[in-house]
């Protein structure tokens, strides 16, 4: 069975410090991978995601993503965090080898960048 | 403009009285799924549906039902409400190309749904 963890329910960066947001995975083939931010009274919007080649992806807003396989993480990156980064963020994930299988979400992180 | 659209966005209902909650999208996706968001739990799947006339379970189903009968269209039907499905749920699509799961979804704005 697929399955998503988050290890920090809430992350606190200083504004202009870079940012780190942890997500680790278990699939049973090989992963789709996703980060979605949701803002407070909103749907969930799409950052970005993996589906093969470079483990390095870029995304929506200045944010990076870096797969790992061997440790089956797909932390998200910024080098310098925004006030208005400040939002709920979700990792997903979907098994690439069984697609019809639904997408599971981690139980998110939230984070918080102060002034 | 492409969009997943959900209505009601607020409902207050009582126990046991059946309510539907529809949902649209205008992008000819073919997967179309139902999530509930709870504080701490983040998004459960409820339902997906592959595409018209496909539907199965997520990790939630208990309580809920789903039909497809159009492209479009993604109904989340609650036939007896209780209040252990106060939730925000959201309803979502995707493209599904033939073999290809690597798209992502895009998010209706949700439905707080309270029953008392």
């Known amino acids: 069975a697929q399955s998503v963890a988050q290890p920090e329910d809430q992350v606190n960066v200083a504004e202009g410090n870079p940012l780190t947001v942890k997500c680790t995975y278990s699939v049973s083939g090989n992963p789709y991978l996703f980060w979605y931010v949701q803002y407070p009274n909103r749907g969930l919007q799409f950052l970005l995601k993996y589906i093969t080649g470079d483990n390095l992806v870029k995304g929506s807003y200045g944010f990076e993503a870096e797969f790992n396989k061997s440790q089956t993480s797909f932390h998200l990156k910024k080098p310098s965090a925004l006030v208005s980064d400040s939002a709920l963020y979700f990792c997903?994930?979907?098994?690439?080898?069984?697609?019809?299988?639904?997408?599971?979400f981690g139980p998110g992180t939230r984070l918080s960048v102060l002034p | 403009e492409a969009q997943v659209t959900q209505n009601p966005r607020y409902l207050i209902t009582v126990t046991g009285k059946k309510l539907t909650v529809t949902c649209s999208q205008n992008?000819?996706?073919?997967?179309m799924s139902w999530y509930r968001q709870d504080p701490g739990l983040g998004l459960r799947q409820i339902y997906y549906s592959m595409n018209v006339e496909v539907t199965d379970k997520g990790d939630v189903p208990e309580g809920y039902k789903v039909s497809r009968k159009e492209k479009r269209n993604f109904p989340l039907i609650l036939e007896s409400p209780s209040p252990n499905q106060t939730s925000l749920y959201f309803c979502?699509?995707?493209?599904?190309?033939?073999?290809?799961?690597?798209?992502?979804?895009?998010f209706g704005p949700g439905t707080r749904l309270t029953v008392l």
């Open positions: 997903a994930v979907r098994d690439r080898d069984n697609y019809g299988q639904n997408f599971v």
């Open positions: 979502a699509s995707s493209s599904t190309p033939l073999g290809q799961g690597g798209y992502e979804q895009f």
């Open positions: 992008m000819n996706h073919e997967y």
